[in-house]
């Protein structure tokens, strides 16, 4: 059965530093998505890694992919308070997708 | 402008009285899904579905139905709703789990309470 736990399930930190988010998933998985949501709003896509070793960034968010050890991570570079929202990291296998509980992060200005 | 549409956006219904939310996006996705987003349970995947007429269980199926008579729509049925399916749904479209670009797009968001 495929899970995933995102690591921590809330964060606080202050602007300018930088911090990371643990995705981890039971199983192999064909893809690994991470979307952010902002308070009362709907998903929006950040990133979609396919491979083993896949880096992609966009602005201050950087997503890696280690397919071996089944473990992805969000790291934030010099965060600022527009980053503050909920991100989930989501995995497919065979058509299916499962998301982690979500890490709520609150950047204190 | 690409978009994923549901209706209604807020929804109170009594137990028992079937509904039906919509969901239609214009950007010819093959593959189309729902799921309930629930505090301190992220996002659950109920039904997918790969094309027209091909649809599969997610996670959390049980009280739904769904049909993908066409590739643009993919309604969400609650035949007999019940308190426990109070929750936050989201439709989500993308080109398929296996392509290259499977960036999927999220609906509004439908907040469905049932009494």
């Known amino acids: 059965e495929l899970k995933v736990e995102q690591n921590p399930l809330f964060l606080s930190m202050q602007e300018g530093k930088n911090y990371t988010i643990y995705c981890n998933y039971s199983?192999?998985?064909?893809?690994l998505y991470w979307y952010r949501q902002d308070p009362g709003k709907s998903l929006e896509s950040l990133f979609v890694?396919?491979?083993?070793?896949a880096v992609k960034q966009e602005g201050r968010l950087m997503a890696s992919l280690d397919t071996k050890a089944r473990l992805s991570t969000l790291h934030i570079t010099a965060a600022v308070h527009d980053l503050s929202a909920t991100y989930f990291c989501?995995?497919?296998?065979?058509?299916?997708?499962?998301f982690g509980k979500g890490t709520r992060l609150h950047i204190l200005p | 402008e690409a978009q994923v549409t549901q209706n209604p956006r807020y929804l109170i219904t009594v137990t028992g009285k079937k509904l039906t939310v919509t969901c239609s996006q214009n950007m010819n996705h093959e593959y189309m899904s729902w799921y309930r987003q629930d505090p301190g349970l992220g996002l659950r995947q109920i039904y997918y579905?790969?094309?027209?007429?091909?649809?599969d269980k997610g996670d959390v199926p049980e009280g739904y139905k769904v049909s993908r008579k066409e590739k643009r729509n993919f309604p969400l049925i609650l035949e007999s709703p019940s308190p426990n399916q109070t929750s936050l749904y989201f439709c989500?479209?993308?080109?398929?789990?296996?392509?290259?670009?499977?960036?999927?797009?999220f609906g509004q968001g439908t907040r469905l309470t049932v009494v």
């Open positions: 579905s790969m094309n027209v007429e091909v649809t």
């Open positions: 989500a479209s993308s080109l398929g789990t296996q392509s290259m670009n499977t960036e999927a797009f």
């Open positions: 989501a995995v497919s296998r065979d058509d299916k997708i499962i």
């Open positions: 199983t192999t998985s064909d893809r």
């Open positions: 890694l396919l491979s083993n070793g």
